[in-house]
Structures are given as C-alpha cells and as structure tokens.
C-alpha cells in the first residue's frame, strides 16, 4: 500500500496519514522520552531500509508496527504472557478502533509480537519483515552499516537515544523479576542469567526429557 500524502522526518520520507497520526500522538503520551525516541527511530530505520532495498510494503502497517512494539516495555509488566505478545494485542486493538482490520491488523500484531526473534521476524512478510530490522538496528545494531553516516546522524540527533542501554536493561531486568515465567524462552533469559541474582529458568532439555511418554 502507498500513501500519497507524505512529510519528511529527520531527512526520511514517511507517511502523513490520519492513523499514523494517531499512533503518534498515542506514542507520545504512553512512552517515557527515552522509549518515545527509540520508535521513533526504529520506524524511521525501517523507512529507511525499505527505500535503500527496494521493498514494497504498507507503509501504515510499518509506521504502526514499529510505533507501538514496545507498549508495554515499562517497569509496570507483569505478564501474564511475554511483553511481545501481551504489546502486539494493544497494537492490534489500537489499528482496530482506528480502522485498520483484516490481514493488516494481523501483520502489525505480528510485527510486534515478533520484533525481538529476529530469526523469525525478519523472514515474515516485508511489513514484519521491516518492522524487525528497523527495531532491532536501534537496540543492537542489525545493519546499521546499510545506513549512510549522513542519515543515521541526522535520525540520531532528531530522536537522541537518552541512555536507551542502561534503562532497557532496567525495565528487562524488572521483567525478569517480577514475571519470571514470561523469560525462559526468549533473550530476557540472558539478562536474567547476567543481572538478576538467583535467576534460573527451566532447561528445554528436561522438557524434553520429562515429556510423559516412554520414549
């Protein structure tokens, strides 16, 4: 899908429509600066991304993906279920009320539920596929060397990372913390093995092991 109405943000073209809009506005109240700026940057990395590999895409889909991945990154988690998963539900009931239903709703739910499995994400749909790349650029620096230094410092400068290192590990570390079972299966488990003094998660070994069957 390509949007006509466009404006241009720290030197990237993105979409100037009525519901990307409104993630923006929802972004800005819901995320502390520091988080508000990491969306930010990881849409406009995914912009970016996109227009240097040639990707055709949805650019509404991208822009709400990637602006709502972390809505419930924050030291109020408490699960039940992964952050992914329990954000990729918000995201998707923000695109329903703002109209955006069907295949596309389902592709920013997958975006989000799957920006931090890289392994998976970024083989999905060029949608998912983007959101990932994009996301992941800003936290660990997933090629960043297809970025022109020009670009990447202006995107930088206009959405400063505000020490984004140090308070993820915190708002992961709380994670970690107070909804253990949310971790055993994704990459919190590092920081808890690395941060959080007592944490052990179960093996899938003995998953495996003490499956109840004979053999």
Known sequence: MTIDRKRILAGVVVPDTEIVRKALEYAGKIYEPYLFNHVMRSWLFAVALARIQNIDHDEEVVALGTLLH???????FHGPRRFEVEGADLARSFAWEAGVVGHRAQLIWDSVALNSTPSIGLYKEPEVALCTAGICLDVVGL????????????IVEAFPRLGLKK????????????APETTYDNFLR????RYVTGYAGPSSVDFVMEAPFDS
Request: aromatic share 8%.
């Open 167 to 178: 308070k993820m590990t915190t708002c992961f570390c709380h994670m970690v913390e107070n």
């Open 70 to 76: 972390d809505v419930t990154l924050n030291t109020s």
């Open 190 to 193: 590092d920081f808890g093995q």
């Open 143 to 154: 090629q960043y060397s297809r970025i022109s230094a020009v670009e990447m410092r202006a």
